[in-house]
């Protein structure tokens, strides 16, 4: 296999990034093309030990920052790493792209480089996230903030064929996210999707959650629109970094406390272990002619070297061909009815 | 101050809010109309002390069940206690009324019952939520599922007027919750209201915010759509109750930890007062002809009690009286530039 890492993406890059695909390709002799400033790629290389790894160096200078206008850099600087990365792919020379980078330059430069599978409305992003019973995937968490009906129900074909070998499961149970467990809650949008997905249901759909469902695990794949579901991702994870600072607020008050969460300090790492969900962090940008996984900017190596272990398990489950496939089957499937009415 | 409590509304009706409606009266001297099954509530009140206390029954059997489709069952069971209470409230006979009851069925009779101040586009559901500086209030949660720019401009200015009381502050920063912190983020919805918001703006509006932001206490207005709203709620508590589950599960795994949380054990108590935010977790019903305050099902009679209180201090500030005039000086300023333009 051969993955194109964005080699310049993240706060921690190049260091991090080519220190992660040592790791994954000295434990899978996967060919890792590291895709960025050639000279700061090299000297970053030279830390580590090297011999038989295939790491290859693919000069791309032009660097867009976590801080520029992503789409307007992307579009400026043609020569910058995603670009780059993801025509390797496109040409044939790798199998997939990973970037730990900004995600609103990744959506551009996928959408400029792969452009949409034929018959895909939109592009969704979507993540593993934890909760009670293990994961679910989720999405969209950002692509698209304001969306039609048809999109969602779409994408809910499209997670599931990702659910399969992300969350090892055959027949994942589908849901929209509602603000309300009974069926027909939710806006005009979700209200519409599950009229829209009654009619032609060839997937193991349980309907619409609230939140707290989700969180329980009742649902392998749930699907909202990308302004509520990134809204979701980063309040959760702005709940859990307000609770772990009150904890640790009050359990500086007072020695006793202090006391108790040096004994309890393992528990506390476990917990955020689960929390933070590191082998399974990684996102997809699916409906684009080409794999395209995304990370955290914050990402260290270990969570680099992780996103580049799922980038390869969607490759292996041949995401992008499954995905193809079913885009296909379901426009079939509209035109016959079409031909019906 | 008279105030009408819902006795039959929650989980725990009667006998957690007679018992609240108790300990208020006793503390303030306020009457307390208590609007229910009259031998149910009046068999709680038996089990107080409640010489010198102006607690009247108000007999309305009609109950609504936590269960029951709330609208529905309002506008069926015309003698239900939120419809009596409220009653009692337009003819003057009392000041507010809160309820711990169903929330769509407090919507559905609060509109029935008092109407909407003209000018008023929509009635929003609003909290205070807490966040690391204290307490913002946030709204729409619940009320409107789609909604209209000049619906969430209308409630930047409509909840500045209720955080005054509630915040303590004299100059609430008002903002719009988007997907990202920069000008211009947000869907369709909060880009436009961002533009009206810029046209007529007499508030200290401060543009948008993220959860992040959110949560670190950078704003004391948070204004978004009832969808995203009702959701944001619910995640944040199912967030917080995974934490302290998997915290629980792993604590419970070694003795070491588990003798480590047990002395630990105030900083974690102290920790879910500030995150259950007891004194302050009623909601109001905003844009209504009539003070409506509403709690959590779950309530006991603490909260209840201090639900009470919540209610009398918007009756002391006087916030209905606020929000009216504040309507009618923005429909006249929109007649104004409208005879200008």
Same mark, same amino acid.
């Given at each position: 296999?051969?993955?194109?890492?964005?080699?310049?993406?993240?706060?921690?890059?190049?260091? =991090?990034?080519?220190?992660?695909?040592?790791?994954?390709?000295?434990?899978?002799? @996967?060919?890792?093309?590291?895709?960025?400033?050639?000279?700061?790629?090299?000297?970053?290389?030279?830390?580590?030990?090297?011999?038989?790894?295939?790491?290859?160096?693919?000069?791309?200078?032009?660097?867009?920052?976590?801080?520029?206008?992503?789409?307007?850099?992307?579009?400026? #600087?043609?020569?910058?790493?995603?670009?780059?990365?993801?025509?390797?792919?496109?040409?044939?020379?790798?199998?997939?792209?990973?970037?730990?980078?900004?995600?609103?330059?990744?959506?551009?430069?996928?959408?400029?480089?792969?452009?949409?599978?034929?018959?895909?409305?939109?592009?969704?992003?979507?993540?593993?996230?934890?909760?009670?019973?293990?994961?679910?995937?989720?999405?969209d968490v950002?692509?698209?903030?304001?969306?039609?009906?048809?999109?969602?129900?779409?994408?809910?074909?499209?997670?599931?064929?990702?659910?399969?070998?992300?969350?090892?499961?055959?027949?994942?149970?589908?849901?929209?996210?509602?603000?309300?467990?009974?069926?027909?809650?939710?806006?005009?949008?979700?209200?519409?999707?599950?009229?829209?997905?009654?009619?032609?249901?060839?997937?193991?759909?349980?309907?619409?959650? =609230?939140?707290?469902?989700?969180?329980?695990?009742?649902?392998?794949?749930?699907?909202t629109?990308g302004?509520t579901g990134n809204?979701l991702?980063?309040?959760?994870?702005?709940?859990?970094?307000?609770?772990?600072?009150?904890?640790? =607020?009050?359990?500086?008050?007072?020695?006793?406390?202090?006391?108790?969460?040096?004994?309890?300090?393992?528990?506390?790492?476990?917990?955020?272990?689960?929390?933070?969900?590191?082998?399974?962090?990684?996102?997809?940008?699916?409906?684009?002619?080409?794999?395209?996984?995304?990370? @955290?900017?914050?990402?260290?190596?270990?969570?680099?070297?992780?996103?580049? @272990?799922?980038?390869?398990?969607?490759?292996?489950?041949?995401?992008?061909? #499954?995905?193809?496939?079913?885009?296909?089957?379901?426009?079939?499937?509209?035109?016959?009815?079409?031909?019906?009415?």
């Amino acid at each position: 296999m051969r993955l194109v890492l964005d080699a310049m993406g993240g706060d921690f890059a190049p260091a =991090e990034t080519v220190a992660a695909a040592v790791k994954y390709a000295r434990e899978t002799n @996967h060919t890792v093309l590291l895709v960025g400033d050639e000279a700061a790629v090299r000297q970053e290389l030279e830390k580590h030990d090297t011999a038989n790894l295939d790491l290859p160096i693919i000069h791309a200078a032009d660097a867009v920052g976590m801080d520029e206008e992503p789409a307007m850099a992307v579009r400026r #600087k043609k020569h910058n790493p995603m670009v780059v990365g993801m025509q390797l792919v496109k040409a044939g020379h790798a199998d997939a792209f990973c970037s730990m980078g900004n995600t609103g330059a990744v959506l551009t430069a996928g959408h400029m480089v792969f452009r949409r599978i034929r018959g895909v409305h939109r592009a969704v992003l979507t993540i593993p996230f934890p909760n009670a019973q293990g994961l679910h995937v989720f999405g969209d968490v950002g692509a698209n903030s304001d969306c039609r009906p048809e999109w969602l129900v779409q994408w809910a074909h499209m997670l599931a064929i990702y659910a399969k070998p992300v969350l090892g499961i055959e027949e994942p149970r589908v849901a929209f996210l509602a603000n309300g467990e009974e069926m027909g809650k939710g806006n005009q949008l979700i209200k519409t999707a599950q009229v829209l997905m009654a009619q032609r249901n060839h997937l193991n759909y349980i309907g619409v959650v =609230e939140p707290k469902e989700m969180m329980a695990g009742q649902a392998d794949v749930v699907i909202t629109d990308g302004f509520t579901g990134n809204i979701l991702v980063k309040q959760s994870e702005a709940v859990a970094n307000f609770i772990f600072q009150i904890l640790k =607020e009050e359990i500086m008050a007072q020695t006793r406390t202090k006391v108790g969460a040096a004994l309890a300090r393992p528990a506390f790492r476990a917990a955020l272990e689960r929390l933070t969900n590191r082998e399974h962090s990684a996102g997809l940008l699916l409906g684009l002619n080409g794999l395209v996984t995304v990370g @955290h900017g914050r990402s260290k190596r270990e969570d680099i070297y992780y996103a580049l @272990h799922t980038t390869a398990r969607l490759v292996e489950a041949d995401v992008l061909e #499954k995905t193809r496939n079913k885009i296909e089957s379901l426009l079939h499937l509209t035109a016959s009815r079409e031909n019906v009415l």
